[in-house]
């Protein structure tokens, strides 16, 4: 009895670990289905209208000639979302006063539950840099495709939670996309980033 019990555990574990490769393969993997660029657009090219978490009406065009930091979240996430906000607020405290070059903003995809004031007490926890954005559906829908995000309403037991990109986005000051910085990259790594980005622009000024 104790044999095959262990060999059931054995076949149990053998199917859980394909079932992550399979799952890896064809979503992460070589096997995953071939997309064209999906790179975000430059913000000049994105069209979408929000609000942020001062009541004021924004859009790309607020993020112009500057360069930016967008991060796609809401208010009611456990962990990534707190967590890539402390991040942000470490690389703004790195940077020091050259932080105050930056726009930093959180973009919630739970417009449902994120309202105005929650999004204006929620990012009062992190540096003051840090602005939220807020959009009807329809207009969360269009940015998310701009900035080429993902995000999904899960249920659970007591209600539902988001699942999203975790990745933040950096920007040159001229709207055009200069890549991504991981969940919870080390400073040391996200901090160049950030600053090439910067030093991009002031070369093409000069």
């Not at 208010?75 to 979302?81: A, E, G, L, R």
């Not at 607020?89 to 790195?94: H, V």
């Not at 007591?158 to 933040?168: F, L």
């Not at 055009?176 to 919870?184: C, K, L, M």
């Amino acid at each position: 009895m104790t044999g095959r019990i262990v060999k059931f555990l054995a076949l149990a574990v053998a199917s859980v670990a394909f079932a992550l490769v399979l799952g890896w393969w064809q979503v992460d993997g070589p096997g995953a289905a071939s997309e064209p660029d999906r790179r975000p657009l430059p913000l000049g090219e994105m069209d979408f209208a929000m609000t942020d978490d001062r009541g004021q009406s924004v859009g790309p065009e607020t993020l112009a000639g500057r360069p930016s930091l967008v991060f796609f979240g809401f208010t009611y996430c456990p962990d990534v979302c707190p967590m890539t906000l402390s991040d942000i607020s470490g690389w703004l405290d790195e940077l020091g006063p050259e932080a105050e070059r930056l726009n930093a903003v959180l973009i919630t995809v739970d417009p449902e539950r994120d309202t105005v004031p929650a999004l204006a007490e929620y990012v009062s926890y992190f540096h003051p840099q840090i602005r939220a954005w807020r959009g009807e559906p329809a207009e969360l829908a269009k940015a998310a495709e701009g900035f080429r995000a993902r995000y999904a309403k899960v249920s659970t037991e007591d209600g539902y939670t988001m699942d999203h990109t975790a990745g933040v986005f950096l920007f040159r000051a001229d709207g055009s996309f200069a890549g991504t910085i991981d969940y919870h990259e080390p400073r040391e790594f996200a901090a160049p980033k950030i600053r090439r980005a910067m030093e991009e622009i002031q070369k093409g000024d000069t």
